[in-house]
């Protein structure tokens, strides 16, 4: 097996019916995981599904609303089932953003958005890390975001969940890294998905603030992702990987 192989490997990726996270469960595929597609809509879901084993590649659908403990354990406990006992590689790319002034977020905006984007995650790896580690290996990769790196008005609840992620994403590489479970995070920057259409302009004004100057495409992300969950990210851990065309780094 090369170290870009993952011919045997499970992979469930959480909202993976659009955007990076459908592109991850493509690359994933194409690269010989066997793809567990996880989201909300089941339509979506299928068409992933189809387009996946379309290119030869093996991927199955699981409806997943991750909003509470019971539904992401629901899931882990599923995706386990239909990756014959194990999931190698657990990609966190459910995640809702939105955008907004602080004093108009309700109770109800605070935990759905904390419940989606920091407690999903949590009870996922929870779930899943402790049987990686049995096993003496794993990739777990959360997708975080640009905006957990520094301030932006409007995006305080987004991004501080992110940040919440971040940390979890360290803390998760001391507790698993020495049993062979290595847990990393990209951070996208603007992307142009289904997702962020109706940002329009605005999502191009962000762009240009970056030495890339244009929003990515979701495969760019997915390549990083699907780096970082390969043997060939083998010494990388606890790492958070921008890939936001520069952004943070001017």
């Known amino acids: 097996m090369t170290s870009v192989d993952m011919a045997g490997r499970v992979a469930l990726v959480t909202g993976a019916t659009s955007g990076i996270g459908a592109a991850t469960a493509a690359l994933l595929a194409e690269r010989g995981a066997y793809v567990l597609v996880a989201g909300r809509d089941a339509t979506r879901g299928a068409s992933v599904v189809a387009g996946i084993r379309a290119r030869g590649g093996k991927a199955d659908f699981l409806t997943a609303e991750l909003r509470d403990a019971q539904s992401a354990r629901q899931l882990a406990r599923e995706a386990t089932g239909l990756g014959g006992g194990r999931v190698d590689i657990l990609v966190n790319g459910a995640g809702i953003f939105p955008f907004g002034p602080t004093a108009q977020a309700s109770p109800g905006d605070v935990d759905g958005v904390y419940d989606l984007n920091v407690k999903a995650p949590f009870y996922l790896v929870a779930e899943l890390a402790p049987a990686m580690a049995e096993r003496g290996h794993g990739a777990v990769v959360n997708v975080s975001t640009m905006v957990a790196e520094y301030g932006v008005a409007g995006m305080a609840l987004y991004g501080s969940s992110k940040a919440a992620l971040n940390l979890l994403t360290k803390a998760w590489a001391a507790e698993f890294g020495p049993q062979g479970v290595r847990v990393n995070a990209v951070e996208p920057g603007p992307t142009r998905t289904e997702g962020t259409a109706d940002m329009g302009e605005d999502l191009d004004a962000l762009a240009a603030q970056a030495p890339a ?38």
């Open 213 to 250: 100057g244009r929003p990515a495409a979701p495969r760019e992300i997915a390549e990083a992702i699907a780096y970082l969950a390969s043997d060939a990210a083998g010494f990388v851990q606890g790492a958070i990987l921008p890939v936001d065309g520069g952004r943070t780094a001017v």
